[in-house]
Each structure stands twice: as structure tokens, then as C-alpha cells.
């Protein structure tokens, strides 16, 4: 990508952006967000401090409908009592190790 790349929804050269939601910023698709979120039976945390609204209060909400919650961090973080679990080292270590859990539980 380059800054003479071209937008394909608005025509404009140099306006791209990644598809994320930056600090201060509100998700998209929040509507969604919150319906996945009341029917979900695993909500996972993946790097994240947890203090950043709305993001943190998802886990909120999965609980509330019954989910299982778990943080999958580099460290423990001031809001990891909202989770079921934690799990802590780097992403490429616990996220592999998760999903190696889920799958052998299958």
C-alpha cells in the first residue's frame, strides 16, 4: 500500500486506512456487536489492558448471558476479575495453546 494508492469507495488518493477501530473511536457495527455478544457461549480477550470502553465492557455483557470468559494476555491487568480465566505469556504462545485446548475438547 502506498500513499498514491486509491480509495475504492470514495475515489480519493491517500485516504486509506486499515480496517480498525483507533483509540477513541467507536466500533463499527456496535448493533451487531451486542447481539453476537448476548448469544455467544465463549467470549476470548486477545491483548488487550481491558480499560478502554466500550470494547471493555463486552465481557460484561457476555457474562451476563451466560458465556464463558477468557483473557488471553501478555500479563495480568487491573481487569481481569471481570474474566473466568486468564491465561499469560505472549499471543503466539497462549493463543496457540488455547486453540489447542478447544480443538482437543472437540
Known amino acids: 500500500m ?3 494508492d486509491i480509495c475504492d469507495a470514495c475515489q480519493l488518493v491517500g485516504t486509506l ?21 448476548q448469544r455467544c457461549d465463549l467470549f476470548v480477550s486477545i491483548g488487550t ?3 478502554v470502553y466500550p470494547a471493555a465492557g463486552f465481557v460484561s455483557v457476555a457474562n451476563a448471558c451466560g458465556a464463558e470468559s477468557v483473557s488471553l494476555n ?5 481487569h481481569d476479575g471481570a474474566f473466568d480465566r486468564g491465561e499469560y505469556g505472549p499471543a503466539t504462545e497462549v493463543v496457540t495453546e488455547f486453540v489447542e485446548e478447544l480443538l482437543a475438547a472437540k
Open 74 to 78: 501478555l500479563e495480568q491487568s487491573d
Open 2 to 4: 502506498s500513499r498514491e
Open 49 to 51: 489492558s481491558g480499560a
Open 17 to 37: 486506512r486499515p480496517n480498525i477501530v483507533w483509540f477513541g473511536e467507536m466500533p463499527f457495527e456496535m448493533e451487531r456487536i451486542e447481539a453476537a455478544l
